[in-house]
């Protein structure tokens, strides 16, 4: 099946004029996302969207996370327009900012305090700065390939960088025991946080889960140095378990930062920290010009108590193996080297010893003709929007498509 592009392509040229590069950003053509793939969307529903040339998809990536509950859930819609007829932004915040903070301080376990802002990057770095507070140190750790956000500190961009804007920044490979100890015993008394996202979810190659002893190494070094734990758990926040992924792995952050499937769409982030940052907390400054956004924080508290209500971790979770499993063994039958990395609510799709990403981009391109959105070097989203219909609908496409992968080598 051919797809239909002509407004995606005109829309992106008159883009071209006006916006630099059309499209910026992970979903700029020029970040190598193939030709198939449209540009712009017109509309969407539970798990499917369509684009601005009239092609239907059946989505696998939920606006890169945003979305768990499904693309325009009724609930969350309600409630976020019954707060939009009294106002979205004020002079001060509303009522609905405290209700949220109190769900999330219930909900998070070792959480006492609660801030928020409009993306995970805003508050990624707020963190590593409370953590500079406490602490008085300069350092932050992070993963190798590690994805935080926007800023300068982290950004996997190249431009517009000076010098300093890394010199306070360490880095080890993920589940590298032995490298993680070194820096904290060569910058003894200097490191004041260390940032890690619940498992290794570089763009690109395959997930890395974290190693058994990996989680309750790397608390205990904390504690034991006075180095703040933070949890970037902007991506994975909802997708392993409804009360926080720390959970799912089994250890306690210090701080923890979600934004993402929060508010189901709608922009607002969080970050939950214990009590002995709250002093800290409130030396960091932080606002913004939309900070208090009651729309937004409305529809964060319907897709929370959504979570927990009807226990949609675990839901897209089983919908994940399910899906997961059907696409690996169509790959077997058909000899294909194919595995399903990473938590299969959130999977990585790879291709043993395609480190070119030949075959993927080709995979992806085929299962675009039958209307399936997969992305060749991201990691997939499994939307609880989705049914098991709509699951095995999607394997018998990607089957199809595995086949005719198949028959092209
Ligand atoms: C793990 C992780 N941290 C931080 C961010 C930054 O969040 P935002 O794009 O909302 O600023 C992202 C975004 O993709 C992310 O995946």
Redesign the pocket.
């Known amino acids: 099946m051919s797809l239909k592009r002509d407004t995606s392509d005109s829309l992106f040229s008159r883009a071209l004029k006006v916006i630099p590069g059309g499209i910026y950003g ?1 979903v700029a053509p020029i970040a190598g996302l193939p030709r198939h793939f449209p540009h712009y969307t017109k509309s969407a529903s539970g798990c499917r969207f369509e684009d601005v040339d009239g092609n239907e998809w059946l989505d696998f990536m939920c606006g ?2 945003a979305i768990l509950h499904g693309y325009s859930n009724s609930e969350i819609e309600e409630s976020a327009n019954e707060q939009r007829s009294k106002g979205a932004v004020f002079n001060q915040p509303s009522q609905i900012m405290v209700e949220l903070a109190e769900l999330l301080t219930t909900n998070i376990n070792f959480a006492d305090w609660s801030v928020f802002a ?5 508050l ?1 770095t707020w963190a590593i700065r409370v953590a500079r507070e406490e602490t008085g140190r300069p350092f932050v750790v992070k993963a190798k390939g ?5 800023d300068a500190w982290c950004d996997p961009g190249f431009g517009g960088r000076v010098e300093n804007d890394r010199s306070h920044v360490l880095e080890f490979s993920w589940n590298n025991l032995d490298e993680f100890r070194s820096l904290l015993e060569n910058y003894r008394n200097q490191i004041s946080s260390v940032i890690l ?1 619940p498992y290794h ?1 570089a763009a690109f190659g395959p997930s890395i889960l974290p190693d058994h002893n990996f989680w309750p190494v790397v608390e205990e070094e904390c504690k034991k140095n006075g180095i703040i734990l933070i949890l ?5 926040g909802g997708r392993l378990d409804d009360c926080g992924s720390h959970r799912y792995f089994d250890f306690t952050p210090d701080l923890s ?1 979600y ?2 499937a929060l508010g189901n769409g709608f922009s607002i ?1 969080a970050c939950v920290g214990k009590e002995f940052l709250k002093a800290a907390s409130k030396e960091v400054f932080l606002t913004g010009s939309c900070w208090n956004d009651a729309v937004a924080m409305a529809a964060a508290q319907k897709s929370v108590q959504i979570s927990q209500r009807d226990q949609v971790a675990q839901s897209v979770l089983k919908k994940g193996d399910y899906f997961c499993a059907g696409l690996v063994a169509c790959a077997q039958d058909l000899g294909l080297p194919f595995t399903m990395t990473g938590p299969s609510s959130m999977p990585y799709p790879w291709f043993d010893g395609d480190d070119d990403l030949f075959l993927i981009q080709k995979f992806c391109e085929l299962a675009a003709g039958k209307g399936l959105y997969f992305h060749p070097h991201h990691n997939w989203f499994i939307s609880n929007a989705m049914e098991y219909t709509d699951l095995d609908l999607a394997l018998e496409l990607a089957g199809q498509a595995m086949n005719e992968l198949q028959n092209l080598n």
């Open positions: 992970h890169f996370g409009k993306n995970g990057s805003d990624t590690a994805y935080h956000g926007v996202t979810h970037d758990d902007v991506r994975a930062v934004s993402k982030s």
